[in-house]
């Protein structure tokens, strides 16, 4: 059994895991070690390939204004690809066309004439973004927490709009459609497409913690090494060693995080869960890049994209990668069946030919968000916290905490 030193220890190669170890580098705070149970980086950020398909873990977007994220990556090498600045949305059997027209001025006239909400709605939009391109996210996260379906009925919106657009879109976003999620989310997001955009990039999502695992040495990460459990500032590893720091840093979730300290007694924080089917085609039924949404709010289709509409990376030449989002964990026997039968109704019988290449059930894919949450518990030094449940459920929420915990560590270690 071996004995190694370091002054810090961070558990769990996430993005927060990542974002801890970079600002500690940032800072001459070296010695550090990275511990990850599993290949490679990212945690539920992921992507593999698999026959010439770029596979990401579940339908995820990167938006390309959020201000930490931006400034810790090197976007111009992610070759971002962009989607649309809007959606289709499915209803009564017809596609209709709902873009942001300040950016898509040309469809003015026919989002006036769409079946998604009233002329208020639209008003309303227009005034929702004019407001929070006004209001700092420092703002936002002070102000007081309802449900978001709350915040979108004392905005004003009719409810033909929050069950055919908001219910559809934030839905793939919060992973859930009731819209029970804090308003403060609402607002960040909703600001953060109002200035920039949805995007993927070029070579997967996994290429997000993939670039920021290539700036730290790789000396400094460890991966295939799971902890077994920890005592004092002992680590025990599932391969015999043991390691010792100064300051460990939990970068992992919650559940995990609460069975490594069960004295600190955090709370259960429940999980969104999401099943993503990806499907082969000869060509795309889209034939742009843009999120199509279920508007009817029936049957287990939340979204539908095709990747390779944005980057043709994403499939190999001549045929294009749809990605199918439900919500939830719905039964697999026949599930195939089932979605062909639904997407049917979306884009015909050419659905009969598309090849399906895998079907993704991810369980726990994102940290539920309620207004009004307790504060969690921090534990005392040298333990310390990261990860996106501490801040807004998201990349940059994730950053965030991540270089948060890394600024508690090096105060702790100038003691």
Known sequence: ????????????????????????????????????????????????????????????????????????????????????????????????????????????????????????????????????????????????????????????????????????????????????????????????????????????????????????????IRYHTAVEFIEGQSVYLSTGETFTADQIVFATPINITRSFLPSLRLPERPWRSVTNLYFSADYSPLGEPIIALNGDNQGLINNVAVLSDLSPHYAPEGKSLISISLLGLPNQEGLTDEIRKELRSWFGAQVDKWQHLATKAIPKALPEHLPDAAPLPEPEPPYFLCGDYLESTSIEGAIISGQKSAKKVLAHAKN
Do not use: W
């Not at 550090?32 to 992921?46: A, C, H, N, T």
């Not at 596609?95 to 002329?119: C, E, K, T, W």
């Not at 859930?176 to 920039?196: I, P, V």
């Open 1 to 220: 059994m071996s004995q190694n030193h370091y002054s810090t220890i961070i558990i769990g190669a996430g993005l927060s895991g990542l974002a801890c170890a970079l600002e500690l580098q940032n800072q001459e705070h070296s010695d550090f070690l990275v511990l990850e149970q599993s290949d490679k980086p990212g945690g539920r950020i992921r992507t593999e390939e698999v026959d010439g398909y770029l596979l990401d873990e579940g339908f995820q977007v990167f938006l390309d204004s959020y201000p930490t994220a931006g400034q810790l990556l090197d976007l111009p090498a992610l070759n971002l690809k962009k989607f649309e600045p809007g959606a289709l949305v499915h209803l009564n059997g017809h596609l209709y066309r709902a873009m942001d027209v300040f950016r898509r001025p040309q469809h003015i006239v026919s989002g006036l004439l769409s079946p998604i909400g009233n002329i208020f709605d639209k008003l309303q939009i227009a005034s929702l973004r004019k407001a929070l391109k006004k209001t700092t996210i420092e703002t936002i996260t002070q102000r007081k927490e309802h449900t978001t379906k709350e915040h979108l009925r004392q905005s004003g919106f009719s409810e033909r709009i929050i069950d055919t657009f908001f219910k559809s879109f934030y839905g793939g976003i919060f992973l859930e459609r009731e819209l029970q999620t804090s308003s403060r989310m609402f607002e960040f997001t909703f600001k953060m497409f109002t200035e920039g955009s949805a995007t993927l990039p070029a070579r997967g999502m996994g290429q997000i913690p993939q670039q920021l695992a290539e700036q730290l040495p790789p000396a400094h």
